[in-house]
């Protein structure tokens, strides 16, 4: 079956005063945004790891273990997991430590970023970029096996015979590997036997079909069978297209500008807004409209997961509660109804 997931990174946002929230409000905001998502049935719900000023979660196996002791049926997972600057023993033995106390919920999906701040923080360099994430990945990848490991690596030190603790309640932990849009990294994915989460951030979804036929055709040439391939997608519902659109608009644009600053890019017009809304990576309007666009992408992708980034700057908290209610309970039956 078709599933859905919701994912923030937990975007400091605005308390009804226009006052900026402190991280740990935000952080307890995720947390009750997670329980009405379980309440609405979401079969997934996901946090990124950043380590910026404007985002709250740094540490998402912490926010996903309160999230464990509030919820009973959802999963949890990570989008996405920086493995390359952390060291992929430290990153299993934290999932399956979640994966125990949330009672076999837990998921991770892989990636190197978007953001380059954990470099640096944690004593690496950019310069080891591809190396760094190819050499965790695969170790990793062994270490979801459970037996004992034996591995060589030339960036970090190796094992012989070594096995990680505690075991996973329900091993192997599911893992999905996060692309950006590379030939490079949807091939790697294929690769390891591990399923495509594209992160389609900007542009028609249609634009990626290339990349999902040569992940197909790359599992089939390496044996390992038909895997799953998701979407990660912004966006936000209200009950209507205009309210959708007024609400998201301020919220995002204060997020691309202050990013774009930092990227030499041009501030986001409306008209770029409305381009993206309407035929780009934005999944903004009504549950109707919403859903009509998710089936078309949903359909055009063959796609077995569609994950929404529900959160967008200083998108307030219970403009975010009623998208994810609108999200579950209206959009979520239109699209599995439509595929």
Not at 107 to 133: A, D, H, K, W
Not at 222 to 238: E, N, R
Not at 289 to 305: D, H, P, S
Request: aromatic share 8%; proline share 5%; charged share 25%.
């Amino acid at each position: 079956m078709l599933e859905f997931g919701l994912n923030t990174f937990g975007d400091v946002t605005l308390d009804s005063n226009g006052n900026r929230k402190t991280h740990a409000q935000v952080l307890r905001d995720v947390v009750e945004e997670a329980v009405v998502a379980e309440s609405v049935g979401i079969d997934a719900f996901e946090v990124g790891e950043h380590h910026r000023d404007d985002f709250a979660i740094s540490a998402p196996e912490v926010v996903l273990a309160t999230i464990a002791g509030r919820t009973n049926k959802i999963r949890l997972g990570t989008a996405v997991t920086v493995l390359s600057t952390d060291d992929p023993v430290r990153v299993y033995q934290r999932f399956a430590t979640l994966d125990g106390l949330s009672n076999k919920r837990a998921e991770v999906i892989l990636g190197r970023g978007s953001f380059t701040e954990s470099y640096p923080l944690f004593g690496y360099t950019l310069e080891n970029y591809e190396q760094l994430f190819e050499e965790k990945l695969d170790l990793f990848v062994k270490l979801r096996a459970e037996g004992p490991v034996t591995w060589t690596g030339k960036l970090r030190s190796g094992l012989k015979d070594q096995r990680v603790y505690p075991p996973a309640q329900s091993a192997p932990i599911p893992t999905w590997v996060g692309v950006g849009g590379s030939p490079e990294s949807v091939v790697r994915a294929a690769k390891h036997g591990l399923p495509l989460m594209l992160a389609i951030i900007g542009g028609s979804a249609a634009r990626f079909k290339p990349y999902v036929d040569l992940f197909h055709e790359a599992c089939e040439s390496m044996g390992k069978g038909v895997l799953p391939v998701g979407v990660h997608s912004p966006g936000h519902i209200a009950e209507t297209d205009a309210q959708a659109k007024e609400e998201y608009w301020k919220g995002f644009k204060s997020m691309h500008d202050r990013i774009g600053a930092e990227r030499g890019w041009p501030p986001m017009t409306m008209r770029q807004f409305e381009a993206e809304v309407e035929g780009g990576a934005m999944y903004v309007g009504s549950p109707e409209t919403v859903a009509k666009k998710m089936i078309e992408t949903v359909k055009g992708l063959g796609l077995a997961r569609f994950d929404m980034k529900y959160s967008a700057g200083i998108l307030g908290h219970e403009a975010m509660v009623r998208s994810i209610e609108l999200f579950g309970r209206e959009v979520v039956p239109r699209v599995r109804a439509g595929v």
